[in-house]
T-cell receptor
Framework: AQKITQTQPGMFVQEKEAVTLDCTYDTSDPSYGLFWYKQPSSGEMIFLIYQGSYDQQNATEGRYSLNFQKARKSANLVISASQLGDSAMYFCAMRGEGGQFYFGTGTSLTVIP | ETGVTQTPRHLVMGMTNKKSLKCEQHLGHNAMYWYKQSAKKPLELMFVYSLEERVENNSVPSRFSPECPNSSHLFLHLHTLQPEDSALYLC????????????????FGPGTRLTVL
């Protein structure tokens, strides 16, 4: 069965510091994709970053990077130089070979000035 | 207009009302999705459409009725809802419903926050 686990319901980080949001997954599919989304209080889910299961290097998109450890089945999101606008819910998701997306329960991040 | 749009953004309805949620995507995608997001629960996939044909229905109650007239538009018709149906309803689209390209991701609309009285 496919499953995404986010164990941190809430996180705090000082402005300009880096923060890591944890995500572990469970799948038996040999090929899959891992995604992170940001959901501000307005409700829209904003796509941040993608990592393919066969990608050799960790994905990076600006201040976002994905720490992909395949053997541990983890795909942690690292946000560098946090900004006040980063305060939001963050969701980890996985897409297996069947095509369906599976989402975690999310982590609420608060950036403190 | 760009991306995925949803209307209305907020909706309050009584249990006997009939209303519809609308979603439109301007990305040229072939697959569209309805999700329900309740507080402190993972996103629940409700319906998946691929090229206007429904490919998945995750045992959603019949009081929710989807309609996909073309690949750019998706509706969710609501009737005789219950208070527990109050939630954020998110529409999303992706290039394909099945995984042909590992980079294919979902893009979401802003959601409709539904309150059932």
């Amino acid at each position: 069965a496919q499953k995404i686990t986010q164990t941190q319901p809430g996180m705090f980080v000082q402005e300009k510091e880096a923060v890591t949001l944890d995500c572990t997954y469970d799948t038996s599919d040999p090929s899959y994709g891992l995604f992170w989304y940001k959901q501000p209080s307005s409700g829209e889910m904003i796509f941040l970053i993608y990592q393919g299961s066969y990608d050799q290097q960790n994905a990076t998109e600006g201040r976002y990077s994905l720490n992909f450890q395949k053997a541990r089945k983890s795909a942690n999101l690292v946000i560098s130089a946090s900004q006040l606008g980063d305060s939001a819910m963050y969701f980890c998701a996985m897409r297996g070979e069947g095509g369906q997306f599976y989402f975690g329960t999310g982590t609420s991040l608060t950036v403190i000035p | 207009e760009t991306g995925v749009t949803q209307t209305p953004r907020h909706l309050v309805m009584g249990m006997t009302n009939k209303k519809s949620l609308k979603c439109e995507q301007h990305l040229g995608h072939n697959a569209m999705y309805w999700y329900k997001q309740s507080a402190k629960k993972p996103l629940e996939l409700m319906f998946v459409y691929s090229l206007e044909e429904r490919v998945e229905n995750n045992s959603v109650p019949s009081r929710f009725s989807p309609e996909c007239p073309n690949s750019s538009h998706l509706f969710l018709h609501l009737h005789t809802l219950q208070p527990e149906d109050s939630a954020l309803y998110l529409c999303a689209s992706s290039q394909y419903a099945s995984i042909r390209q590992s980079t294919d991701t979902q893009y979401f609309g802003p959601g409709t926050r539904l309150t059932v009285l």
